[in-house]
């Protein structure tokens, strides 16, 4: 499958989202906190609604913090 990326659209929608939302590889403690907060955030609004627009952004977040604390849970 060929996708075609569209940087000039790509590149801003990125930043605005990325202003909105930490919604990035996390690197620190802080980010790690600030990322859980989020997804309590959207998890009081999403619950476990599949059809929520936002629900797959529940699960981006959640894969995002799951990465992060199998990566420094100490051994």
Same mark, same amino acid.
């Given at each position: @499958?060929?996708?075609? +990326?569209?940087?000039?659209? @790509?590149? !801003?929608?990125?930043?605005? +989202?990325?202003? +909105?939302? !930490?919604?990035? *590889?996390i690197?620190?403690?802080?980010? /790690?906190?600030?990322?859980t ?14 059809? *929520?627009?936002l /629900? ?12 992060y604390?199998?990566? *420094?849970? !100490?051994?």
């Open positions: @499958m060929n996708v075609v +990326l569209d940087v000039e659209k @790509m590149v !801003p929608a990125w930043l605005t +989202l990325k202003s +909105l939302a !930490p919604v990035a *590889h690197e620190s403690e802080a980010d /790690y906190e600030r990322a907060a989020f997804l309590n955030e959207l998890l009081d609004e999403v619950r476990d609604d599949a059809e *929520h627009p /629900y797959s952004l529940v699960a981006v977040v959640g894969d995002l913090i799951e990465a604390e199998v990566e *420094h849970e !100490p051994r």
